[in-house]
């Protein structure tokens, strides 16, 4: 009897079995981690490994999705499969998450048409432990299976359950817990159930390089339960104009079966496409290849912001060039009076030296001049103290004072801070330092790297 669980909106078949419901996946980027995808939390992939992960998504975003599978390279399909999902952030009460829908469709060679509606809410770190947040999440599934060996058919509702915690922004935890209820889908007369699915996931990103492993347990299902150890690693990389790119790896060690994955990403204004290879290395398993679009709206540019930034940065510099050259002006016509004033002075004094009967008169313009002299000078001086503040690119109040900023930053990134409270500091101390004269390059590709997170 070959029976099949529509989990979660189905994907990626990493172990394929025909006696009982396995552990699938959803998305080419998860297929291309050996689905190990329980810790994973910035992904709509995540509700069919671990709904709770669901919470973290901040922007709406929709997937769709096309997998097939062959016996052999270049042979007949053995199993096609199409999926589209959607979720969107949602806010009830003061508890914040993320709801989603998916919807998957497969066809078994010769064998059953199987489809799958699923619900899944998932909330977004709303418990403090330890230093962390924890949150949870849960998925309602409505499976339908159609024989196409005989008029048979058969559903059932499948019920997950996860948890998921996050820490400093960069480890992660998930726990879930699929088919709990163990759904009865017997088709052609014969009595199968889906099997339970414990999954236990770590997970750590650091500037672009996901390291994750899971721990699957999968209960008895007409002996074909056992347990399986999956690894895989992710790096990301960015372009000025081109979006970024992403490649991947993965390994799945079964006690039934083991399994090699690849795969790769670009993502550009906010869509990403996926593309996966499994590859059999034991057991029964068939080569795999998956294929799958996700769009995330609102997702910011990174060559946008990059190009804004550096327009700011330009105006600013020619706004600082402008104020130089009027300073100049002003500072020329300063010094030319000065000198007019000092030839008058030095007139009036040979004056008051050879002429006696004119002296008091002389004495009094003389005062005057001097009073105006006084002034011209006090206005030269601050003036120039003002070009030499603007000139001053290279000060060492400045620099010190940005050095000390940028390396609070650097301290504040280490310690795993939020975010949204790096990207504060970052556009802050931009804004402080811009016009200054002093080089910005790091902190603005440290604003875009940190954007692309």
């Known amino acids: 009897m070959k029976i099949f669980l529509a989990c979660s909106c189905v994907l990626l078949l990493p172990v394929l079995s025909f006696a009982a419901f396995e552990d699938f996946g959803v998305g080419a980027r998860a297929a291309g981690l050996a689905n190990s995808f329980t810790a994973v939390s910035d992904d709509l992939s995540a509700l069919a490994f671990n709904p709770a992960g669901l919470g973290n998504l901040g922007k709406t975003e929709i997937s769709s999705q096309f997998a097939r599978f062959f016996a052999a390279p270049g042979g007949r399909a053995d199993v096609e499969s199409i999926f589209f999902g959607f979720s969107q952030p949602l806010q009830l009460g003061e508890r914040p998450g993320s709801l989603a829908f998916g919807f998957q469709r497969q066809m078994r060679r010769d064998f059953s048409k199987d489809t799958a509606f699923s619900f899944h809410y998932g909330t977004r770190g709303i418990y403090p432990l330890w230093g962390g947040r924890a949150g949870w999440g849960g998925s309602l599934k409505i499976l339908k299976r159609d024989s196409l060996i005989a008029s048979d058919s058969t559903s059932g509702l499948g019920l997950d359950a996860g948890a998921f915690y996050l820490y400093r922004q960069r480890y992660a935890l998930g726990l879930s817990l699929l088919n709990f209820n163990q759904p009865d889908l017997s088709l052609n007369q014969t ?126 510099r020619k706004e600082i060039q402008k104020m130089l050259q009027r300073t100049e002006r002003e500072e020329e016509k300063l010094r030319l009076e000065v000198f007019n004033l000092k030839l008058e002075l030095e007139t009036l004094r040979k004056k008051l030296a050879e002429r006696g009967e004119k002296e008091e008169a002389l004495r009094q313009k003389l005062e005057s001049l001097e009073g105006r002299r006084e002034k011209a000078e006090k206005e030269l001086k601050k003036i120039q103290e003002k070009r030499r503040e603007q000139k001053a690119v290279d000060k060492p109040s400045a620099l010190q004072a940005f050095q000390k900023d940028w390396g609070e930053y650097l301290k504040l990134e280490k310690s795993g801070a939020p975010k949204s409270i790096r990207l504060q500091k970052l556009r802050t101390l931009l804004s402080t330092y811009r016009g200054k004269k002093i080089d910005l390059g790091p902190a603005n590709r440290e604003l875009l790297e940190t954007m692309k997170e």
């Open 191 to 316: 009595a199968d159930r889906v099997p339970r699915i414990l999954r236990l996931g770590l997970a750590t990103k650091t500037r672009g390089l996901l390291l994750t492993t899971d721990l699957v347990h999968r209960a008895s299902s007409r002996k074909q339960g056992g347990f399986s150890l999956a690894m895989a690693s992710e790096r990301w990389w960015s372009t000025r104009r081109h979006g970024s790119y992403a490649l991947r790896s993965g390994l799945s060690l079964g006690n039934r079966s083991k399994l090699w994955t690849l795969g790769a990403s670009l993502r550009l204004f906010g869509t990403r496409l996926d593309y996966a290879l499994s590859t059999p290395l034991s057991g029964s398993i068939i080569l795999g290849h998956t294929l799958s679009l996700t769009h995330r709206f609102g997702e910011p540019s990174p060559q946008e912001e990059y190009e804004r930034l550096l327009q700011m940065e330009m105006e600013s």
